[in-house]
């Protein structure tokens, strides 16, 4: 017959073991929609995520494509060098935001349009997040900035 120290150890290992488990499921649960991956334009024309995936889209913003709607509705398209997509935005820009420099919006990809909530650009103008230097990098259309 097993002593009741063993017992009891075994209890307490067990309770532990349930207790990470369950942890670990809430962590889970609670990060569910809090994690967003980063896509450049090229990846999101090759395979179009669903249209209720939150994500992250970076690249540069086209030269020519800016265009201010009425009240706070600006579109423009973002590119990589080997994808351009589409992208509607409601609310202030960024003060640094312009075309032909980095930005990261977060939104969905809907009917072909990326649906942004919310728009980050550079924040001086030597920065650029590493997913999109890595994204234009891949394109070939990087180019370093000066050392100036």
């Known amino acids: 017959m097993k002593s009741l120290k063993k017992k009891r ?3 307490v290992i067990s309770l532990a ?3 990470l488990i369950a942890a670990t499921a ?3 649960y609670a990060m569910r929609d809090g994690i967003n991956f980063f896509r450049s334009p090229s990846q999101v024309i090759a395979e179009p995520p ?6 992250r889209i970076g690249g540069l913003v086209e030269e020519g494509s800016l ?7 600006i579109s423009f398209s973002v590119t990589d060098g080997g994808g351009v997509v589409p ?3 409601k609310g202030v820009l960024p003060d640094l935001f312009e075309e032909n420099q980095g930005m990261v919006g977060t939104g969905t990809y809907v009917n072909g349009v990326f649906k942004a909530t919310e728009i980050l650009a550079k924040h001086d103008e030597d920065y650029m ?3 999109v230097v890595d994204a234009l990098k891949e394109q070939g259309v ?6 100036s």
Do not use: C, H, S
């Not at 265009?67 to 509705?73: A, W, Y």
């Not at 990087?142 to 050392?147: N, Q």
């Open 9 to 11: 150890r075994v209890q």
């Open 17 to 19: 073991a349930v207790a």
């Open 26 to 28: 809430l962590i889970g």
């Open 50 to 55: 669903a249209p209720n995936e939150v994500f």
């Open 67 to 73: 265009i201010r709607g009425e009240g706070e509705v």
């Open 87 to 89: 992208v509607t935005y």
């Open 129 to 131: 997040p590493k997913e």
């Open 142 to 147: 990087y180019k370093e900035p000066d050392g």
